[in-house]
Each structure stands twice: as structure tokens, then as C-alpha cells.
């Protein structure tokens, strides 16, 4: 019986090759008899454009892959710190959402019923036009805090750059020194976190319901405070069952990360459509952005599988 189970994975398999080379033997010959290059070589010749802001220094003379790289590392610049604010709102509106407190309970209640029934594209709109039409210009920047500004150029802040320690300062028609947050920026990182927060509290607040309801009241019974019974009682254990479905909307986060293109943010999946449009290689451009997301989506999984079998072992038998 296993024998044929194996022959039978192995016909499988080899069906599934068979079909993947006829779907590339047939493209290829396709674009060929139209006259269309096709192949990943455009990658090493010069993009042909530049990025409205990167980490990595990139100038249009440089490689169509250098481009790629830059718009990948602004996708991690956003989605990264996007999710560890997501699961710190998570937490704490989660939390808000069990409080006793009718006014905590119903604020809490209000930005998850807000936020989730309001499609996240609408979200992003919404926090790029309050941060490019509402605010002030840069040269009425609002002070937040010494040395951080808000106006429509953005957020400045303190920064260390090339000759030491330098904290923006209001001059002339703006804000000289420190590093800049753009706006485009701002609003993506506002928008996924926010988005992400609220299904992250539901389902956290799922998880610490579905515990049996003695946890917290001998919590309680043993003089702790309300908010201690939840972060040292009820969040560990409700956290292995709430792991997966958090995991779950951090990849979201980062996949939704996509829709940065609305606003003009060059991350990952419009420097792929820029590239696109300038060498009309659609099936590698594509190509490139899957096998990207998946293997980044590969690596949280592994993660998270990780981090789940790690809390299972330190589990109470």
C-alpha cells in the first residue's frame, strides 16, 4: 500500500512538471513568434527611472535590479514596523475590549467596528489626504515634541547624519536637519497598522474569552489588577492559540503593503510596474514580485511554526 501511494505522489509530480514545461515551452515560443524579448537580462541593464524616496541609494543610470532591491526595502521599511504597532495596538484595544470600564469597552468596540467594516484602500486615502491637504506647510510646521515637526512635508525628527547628531530646526520655508518621514510614507504605516490592530484585538479577544473563566478571577482573587490578570494571567496562555490567526494578518499586512502604489509610495510592486512599463518584460516582472511575497511569506510561516512548537514545549502539561 505505501509503494503505491509513493508511485502515486510520484505520477503526480511528474504530471504537474510536465504541464509547468509545457505552460513556459508554450509562453516562450509565443513571445518569440511576436517579436517580444523575453528573459531576465533587462535586470542588469540601467532602469531608466528613479524613486521618489529609498533606503538604498539608487539613481536612474543604476540596474532595473538595484530598483527591485530598493523598492524591497521599502516595503520592509513600512511593513516591518507596521506590524510590531499592530500588535501593540492589538493588545491594547484588545485588552480594552474585556475592561470593565463601559467608556474603555466602548471606544475599544468602536475603533474595531470602524475600522474593519471600511475597506483598507479607503484607509490609506483617507490618512494620505489628512497628511498632504489638513496639515499645515512646512513652514508652520506643528511642534510635537523638541525637534519633531509635523506639517505636509511630513514628520521631521532627530537623526544622526553626517556630522554628528542633528535635530530639525524651522528655517526660512521649512525644516532644516534631522530626517524626514514622508507623507506617503506616514500614511501607509498609519493605515496598515491600524487595520491590522483591529482584527489582531478580535482575535485576541477571542482567544482570552474562549480560556475558562476561573483564570481571571483567581487572578483577581489574588490581588492583581485587572490590567496585571491580563498581561500576566490570560494574554501568555490566550497567545499560542491566538499565534497562527496574528500570523495570519501580519502576512496580510505585509501583502496588503502592495497597495502603497495608490498613494505613491515606491515600494516592491510599483517599482515592478514602472519597470514594467519601461520594458515590457510583464511575465518576469510579475514573476519576480511572486516569488518575492512567498518567500517572504515562506519565512514568517517557518517563523511563526517556530514560535508555535516553542510555546506547545514550555506549555503546562
Known amino acids: 500500500m505505501t509503494r503505491r501511494r509513493i508511485a502515486w505522489q510520484a505520477l503526480i509530480l511528474a504530471g504537474l512538471a510536465l504541464l509547468g514545461w509545457l505552460l513556459v515551452d508554450t509562453t516562450a515560443s509565443r513571445l518569440q513568434e511576436r517579436g517580444i524579448r523575453s528573459g531576465f537580462d533587462f535586470l542588469l541593464e540601467p532602469a531608466g527611472f528613479a524613486l521618489g524616496e529609498s533606503l538604498l541609494p539608487f539613481e536612474a543610470s543604476d540596474s532595473t535590479l538595484r530598483a527591485f532591491a530598493a523598492g ?3 516595503t520592509l521599511r513600512v511593513a516591518l514596523p507596521g506590524a510590531v504597532l499592530a500588535v501593540l495596538i492589538g493588545v491594547i484595544v484588545g485588552f480594552g475590549r474585556l475592561a470593565d470600564n463601559p467608556l474603555v469597552r466602548g471606544l475599544a468596540t468602536a475603533f474595531v467596528n470602524g475600522v474593519r467594516n471600511v475597506p483598507l484602500l479607503l484607509h490609506l486615502l483617507a490618512w494620505y489626504f489628512i497628511l498632504t491637504d489638513l496639515l499645515p506647510a512646512a513652514d508652520s510646521a506643528l511642534p510635537l515634541a523638541p525637534g519633531v515637526f509635523l506639517s505636509k512635508s511630513g514628520l521631521a525628527l532627530p537623526w544622526w547624519g553626517e556630522a554628528g547628531w542633528e535635530v530639525p530646526v524651522p528655517a526660512g520655508f521649512g525644516i532644516d536637519g534631522g ?3 514622508t507623507p506617503e510614507y506616514l500614511a501607509m504605516l498609519i493605515g496598515l497598522s491600524l487595520y ?3 482584527y489582531i484585538a478580535e482575535t485576541l479577544r477571542g482567544a482570552v474569552q ?3 473563566p476561573g483564570q481571571r478571577l483567581s487572578a483577581l482573587a489574588l490581588g492583581m489588577t485587572p490590567r496585571q490578570a491580563f498581561t500576566l494571567v490570560l494574554l501568555p496562555q490566550a497567545w499560542r492559540a491566538a499565534l497562527p490567526p496574528v ?3 501580519l502576512l496580510n499586512l505585509f501583502k496588503n503593503a502592495s497597495l502603497a502604489v495608490a498613494i505613491g509610495y515606491p515600494d516592491l510592486v510599483s517599482v515592478a510596474g514602472t519597470s514594467l512599463n519601461q520594458t515590457g518584460r510583464a511575465i518576469e516582472c510579475l514573476a519576480v514580485v511572486i516569488a518575492v511575497y512567498l518567500l ?3 519565512l514568517a510561516a517557518a517563523l ?4 508555535e512548537r516553542r510555546g506547545l ?3 503546562p502539561a
Open 72 to 74: 524591497l526595502l521599502n
Open 179 to 181: 530626517a524626514r518621514l
Open 196 to 198: 491590522a490592530a483591529a
Open 210 to 212: 474562549a480560556l475558562p
Open 247 to 249: 500570523t495570519s494578518q
Open 296 to 298: 517572504l511569506s515562506l
Open 304 to 307: 511563526s511554526h517556530g514560535l
Open 313 to 315: 514545549r514550555g506549555a
